[in-house]
């Protein structure tokens, strides 16, 4: 069966500091795999996106950044963090024809 | 730009009684809508899905009905449980200028019990 982690759950960071946040999917190959944040008490804001290996589409300009180094690991980058990037991330996988997406537990991030 | 948008915000609901929950799109191309159920600190569930071929799908005690005249879908829960409190999403998929498709959700009721 497919599974898929994110980490980690929760992150509190200075203004200023750099972000990784790794996800990786099991027991699949060449998932898409996506990035998305959600604001409190609101709907999921699709990020980055990508349908192989170093290929990463932006969907929204940002202080982020994402890489793919591997068929299934997706990064979520930043080399400085602002105040406006504190929310709450998820990352999700599809298959290839990508329709049903299946979500990490997500990373609440603070910076602070 | 396309979007997907709900009714209502909030839901609350006693215990045992039906929940209904409202969702409109406005993309007459989006061929596949998809409900998510997320509990508080963790990710989106799959709950039900439907192709736009379909008017009504059924699972374990909900349902989905799409309206495509109206793009308009609703998630219907029978015998609501404390259980069921959430924040309720749906999701349009869209497809991409490359092979992707990107989920695009609304910005989800919160169903209380």
């Known amino acids: 069966s497919q599974t898929i982690h994110q980490w980690p759950a929760t992150l509190v960071q200075p203004v200023g500091s750099p972000l990784s946040l790794e996800c990786t999917v099991e027991?699949?190959?060449?998932?898409?795999l996506y990035w998305y944040r959600q604001a409190a008490g609101r709907g999921l804001q699709l990020l980055f996106y990508?349908?192989?290996?170093?290929?990463i589409s932006s969907e929204v300009p940002q202080n982020l950044s994402a890489s793919r180094p591997q068929d299934r690991q997706f990064i979520l980058s930043s080399k400085k963090l602002l105040l406006s990037d504190s929310g709450f991330y998820l990352c999700a996988w599809t298959w290839t024809a990508g329709e049903q997406a299946f979500f990490g537990q997500g990373t609440r991030l603070t910076v602070v | 730009g396309e979007s997907v948008g709900l009714h209502l915000p909030t839901l609350s609901v006693q215990e045992g009684d039906n929940s209904i929950i409202n969702c409109a799109y406005s993309n007459s191309a989006s061929d596949y809508f998809i409900w998510y159920k997320q509990e508080s600190g963790k990710g989106p569930q799959f709950i039900i899905d439907i192709r736009s071929n379909m008017d009504k799908r059924q699972g374990q005690r909900v349902t989905v009905l799409l309206n495509k005249t109206v793009k308009h879908l609703s998630l219907q829960i029978a015998a609501t449980q404390p259980g069921d409190s959430a924040v309720y999403f749906c999701?349009?998929?869209?497809?991409?200028?490359?092979?992707?498709?990107?989920?695009?959700f609304g910005s989800g009721t919160q169903l209380t019990v």
């Open positions: 999701a349009e998929n869209l497809k991409s200028s490359g092979s992707a498709r990107q989920l695009t």
């Open positions: 027991g699949t190959s060449n998932p898409n």
């Open positions: 990508s349908v192989g290996i170093g290929q």
